[in-house]
């Protein structure tokens, strides 16, 4: 298991004896997603916070219209999960999926709220990474409402710019909430 990675990230929150670090790695378990492979499902209780170790996924939803909604893309160095489900432990209301061949450690949340108890910094870290993801989504949501497509796009290319060329002018296109055509005809005009 290459735990590399997910230790660095942790390092940017908290610092971790040997002993922590060896008890936080036995609750991890490592898997691989293949391209369009589901890591959950909206419908489905999300039990898991997932780690990105490698590889690309999106998260989204499809209204009752059956119209895709991206609400965010995630690669390597990335946590990933469907924080209403995994708070309430209600049906998801997300899709999460690779979009590529994508390794990720996961814990589930029955030992995260024990390892919160064992180690508590671990609470302080998880409670900076949910406060991160609901100012994104705030962005997010100001995004859509006060700004053009253009302007999205502009934000866009800046947040993802690791990955923009992994990502299919489709999903961009869904992730911006506008039609691939439309964004095909906006960035012929944005190069021109």
């Known amino acids: 298991m290459n735990t590399d990675l ?15 670090k060896l008890y936080f790695l036995s ?26 170790n490698t590889g690309c ?18 690669s390597q160095d990335y946590w990933v999960g469907d924080l209403y489900s995994i708070i309430t432990k209600k049906p998801g209301v997300f899709f999460i999926q ?8 996961q814990i589930a949340k029955s030992d995260l709220d024990n390892l919160y108890l064992k180690i508590p910094k671990f609470e ?3 409670r900076i990474l949910t406060e991160n993801a609901y100012v994104d989504t705030q962005n997010r949501v100001m995004e859509g409402l006060g700004l053009t497509a253009s302007e999205r ?13 992994l990502l ?25």
């Open 6 to 20: 997910i230790l660095k990230n942790i390092a940017k929150h908290i610092s971790l004896t040997e002993e922590e």
């Open 27 to 52: 609750l991890l378990k490592e898997l691989t997603f293949k391209n369009k492979q589901y890591i959950t499902q909206e419908g489905a209780i999300c039990k898991h916070v997932t780690f990105i």
């Open 57 to 74: 996924c999106r998260t989204f939803n499809i209204d009752n219209n059956g119209f895709e909604h991206i609400l965010n893309f995630a």
């Open 98 to 105: 690779a979009m590529e061949k994508t390794e990720v450690l």
């Open 124 to 126: 302080r870290m998880f």
């Open 153 to 165: 796009y502009d934000i866009f290319t800046k947040k993802y710019s690791g990955i923009i060329h």
């Open 168 to 192: 299919p002018q489709k999903q961009i296109a869904l992730y911006l909430g506008v039609t691939p055509e439309f964004f095909s005809r906006m960035k012929k005009k944005s190069n021109s």
